[in-house]
């Protein structure tokens, strides 16, 4: 698979790079959704709209990734009419992870 294909799928997949340099990947459709900062730089001139690879220097792997985590919540329960399970933050990441949701409009 590439980085911007699934060709059995035909799902879109984006590359965010941590500040350690890991690499992870999400669904576009889901990224733009939960993410107004990231749906701009896909859908705007920017290069990361033909890259389709992002780089967050300063989101650390551990943050970026319950960021995911929570941007695949969000779009999960964004219509839901029942009950919506508490997304579990530790509170020693509480702040840190708030500042890269602010960051990311998510």
Known sequence: MSDKDSSSSGLTFVKLVSAEGSEFYIDRSVACAASK??????????????????????????????????LYYQVKYSNSTGRIPEFPIEPEIALELLIAAKYLDA
């Open 37 to 70: 900062t990231i749906r701009t730089m896909l859908e705007g001139g920017f290069r990361e709209a033909t890259d389709n690879v992002i780089h967050f220097p300063e989101i650390s792997n551990y943050i970026l990734e319950k960021v995911l985590q929570y």
